[in-house]
């Protein structure tokens, strides 16, 4: 069954309408909706602000049959900035990954590291990516500070556990900045 979503971006005043299918108004739910608004705009569902008939809509476990939602209808959905999800998912899945090694491999111990052959490392390699991770998220993502873009950026980099990744990769960092460094 189709929707529509007629969308406006806060950051360049951009104005559309996209159509969405889904399955069963049963068992759609607001937050699936999200998720492919999502996907076709570009839109983190963090920062959408999804309206019906003119009512804002804040029940995620929502389903459509609920809102007596027909075939046809249409959402209106405002954001602030549209986000490179493909790009930054890809970056935040390798912070992701690097965080789950340090906490389920390592148990957040640093692991024996042979200085002379530490390039070869297996560990070292992975901690090298991820930091390359880290350096263009900072450098592609997260800077200007101030616009609109970069703060869309930012609220999908926490929306998908990029901060918390971060954090146990920046702990784990700076246990091996000390043990380096003594």
């Known amino acids: 069954m189709d929707i529509y979503v007629d969308y406006s971006c806060e950051d360049n005043n951009e104005t559309g309408r996209t159509k969405l299918t889904v399955a069963d108004f049963d068992t759609t739910n607001i937050r ?22 003119g009512q804002p809509v804040t029940d995620d476990d929502m389903t ?18 549209a986000v490179d999800i493909a790009r930054m998912s890809e970056l935040v899945d390798e912070l992701k990954n690097f965080a789950q090694e340090i906490v389920e491999k390592f148990k957040r111990q ?42 869309a950026q930012r609220h999908f980099f ?17 246990q091996i900045y000390q043990a380096f460094n003594v």
């Open 32 to 53: 699936d909706i999200k998720y492919a608004i999502q996907a076709a705009i570009q839109a983190p569902v963090c920062d959408q602000q999804l309206f019906y008939q």
């Open 64 to 81: 459509l049959s609920r809102l007596y939602f027909r075939e046809g209808d249409c959402f209106n959905v405002q954001f602030l900035a």
């Open 110 to 151: 640093l692991p024996v590291i042979n200085r002379r052959r530490r390039r070869q490392d297996f560990f070292s390699v992975r901690h090298k990516a991820a930091c390359l991770a880290i350096k263009e998220l900072q450098d592609s993502f997260f800077a200007p500070w101030k616009c609109l873009r970069t703060v």
């Open 158 to 174: 926490v929306q998908e556990g990029g901060f918390e990744a971060f954090l146990e990769v920046f702990k784990f960092s700076r």
